[in-house]
């Protein structure tokens, strides 16, 4: 897809963060946007920055994506307001928490996979036929994440949402075809976002967390997630995936050098001796984090990021992320 003006996009979690981002390269593109989005101080904020810019078309929605009927509801208000379903689909609503995998709770996944792959069924359900219907084409983009892409002792719930969504759209990506919609899935690593707020939306019924979530451990991913990637740089970086239609948009330099290297770890993966390769090189990369610690985790050991709940004695100390230390 290279021509954006005048067409519609929906954007899930468009109110913050990578979704708000995309609101603002999309709308510059000459787009009509919504931005659909659980939290209403998001909303209010974004749609009070839209305001300032007079030849912007930017529709909010209170949505929370993990609601079907709210979905369908939000897609029949997009059709009233701007005359036709989205040319372009945004599934940008995210979620996260970390803690050891022993650790998680049915809550924690129900919560995590509910929002990153429930919600993004529930987006492509919702809109897949009507832009079918619609015959105009258009395109697709899910947001997953490096997470996707390897599993690691204390993303769970995260990484296994983030993995399936990036087979998912492969398999749309496949089946669109024919009806001249393109699927691509943007695989980022950190972006300065209020992603560390995540737990304010969590539902009480989805409570009962295995995780250290506590004020400290949202302050500690506030300051981490600012080491981040411009939601608008990033949001460029995806308009271009999405006019040259690649499938899997990773926005770094080298992003088929680093699909490699994470295809390479499967590999190793697959022998005895391969398994003996990956864990040396795993022993060397953990050897030059402690050299150059990454910038942005620090004071993650005071805050107890990626912790067990402090109840949950039986959590070996070895397996918590503070044997990074
Ligand atoms: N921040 C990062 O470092 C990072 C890295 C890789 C991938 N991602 C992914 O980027 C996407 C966007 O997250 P972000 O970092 O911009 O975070 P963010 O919190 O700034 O924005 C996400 C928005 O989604 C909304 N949201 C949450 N649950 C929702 C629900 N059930 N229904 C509707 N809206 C909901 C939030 O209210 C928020 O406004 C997520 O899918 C996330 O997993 C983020």
Known sequence: MKDFTGKVAFITGGASGAGLGQAKVFSAAGMKVVIADIRQDHLDEAVAYFKKDKKAQVHAIKLDITDRAAFAKAADETEKVFGSPPQLLLNTAGVNAFGPAEASTFEDYDWIIGVCLGGVINGMVTFVPRMIKAGKGGYIVTVSSMGGL??????????????????????????????GIGVSCLCPAGIKTNIGESSYTRPKALAATGYNTNEKT?????????????????????????EDEVLFILPFP????????????????????????????????????????????????????????????????????????
């Open 150 to 179: 390897m599993g690691g002792p204390t993303t769970a719930p995260y990484s296994a949402a983030k993995a399936a969504v990036i087979n998912l759209m492969e398999t749309y990506f496949t089946a669109l075809k024919p009806y």
């Open 218 to 242: 949202i302050a500690f991913m506030r300051h981490h997630y600012s080491f981040g990637i411009d939601p608008v740089e990033l949001a460029k970086i995806l308009k271009k995936g999405i």
């Open 254 to 325: 080298e992003p088929e050098k680093m699909m490699r290297n994470l295809v390479e770890r499967m590999v190793n993966y697959t022998t005895a001796e391969g398994m003996k390769r990956q864990a040396e090189i795993e022993a060397k990369r953990q050897e030059e984090r402690q050299k150059h610690p990454m910038p942005g985790l620090e004071g993650a050991l005071e805050a107890g990021w990626g912790n067990a709940r402090p109840d949950l004695t039986w959590v070996k100390k070895s397996q918590r992320f503070s044997r990074k230390k």
